[in-house]
Nanobody
Framework: VQLQACGGGLVQAGDSLRLSCLAS????????MSWFRQRPGQEREFVAA????????GYADAVKGRFTVSRDYAKDTVYLQMNSMKPEDTALYYC??????????????????WGQGTLVTVSS
């Protein structure tokens, strides 16, 4: 599987941005697609996850109510809509796919494939 993330950029606090992650190379029917981020000087952290089939969705507390993850079957693409952005959302955002147990969706080492990362910068 190859993942290609895009959509990052520079925005101001309160603005919105949508990230995309295009998946290719293999069926995703049993997979979970997730977004992680790495903020400057910090470890990578879970942001959001969606089951490709079934539609289970989960968010980190820090983004709940502001970010929305969705998928487009026809385009093999997962999106992360980010609203009401804050300077602390500044990070390199990665998409990843794998088959972790749903209760372990936030554990990055359980994901097999990762995209290259797209940089999001939120100015105050």
């Amino acid at each position: 599987v190859q993942l290609q993330a895009c959509g990052g950029g520079l925005v101001q606090a309160g603005d919105s941005l949508r990230l995309s992650c295009l998946a290719s190379g293999r069926s995703l029917s049993t997979s979970t697609m997730s977004w992680f981020r790495q903020r400057p000087g910090q470890e990578r952290e879970f942001v959001a996850a969606i089951r490709w089939s079934g539609g289970n969705i989960g968010y980190a507390d820090a983004v709940k109510g502001r970010f929305t993850v969705s998928r487009d079957y026809a385009k093999d693409t997962v999106y992360l809509q980010m609203n009401s952005m804050k300077p602390e959302d500044t990070a390199l955002y990665y998409c990843a796919t794998g088959s972790p147990p749903w209760g372990s969706r936030s554990i990055g080492r359980l994901y097999y494939y990762w995209g290259q990362g797209t940089l999001v910068t939120v100015s105050s």
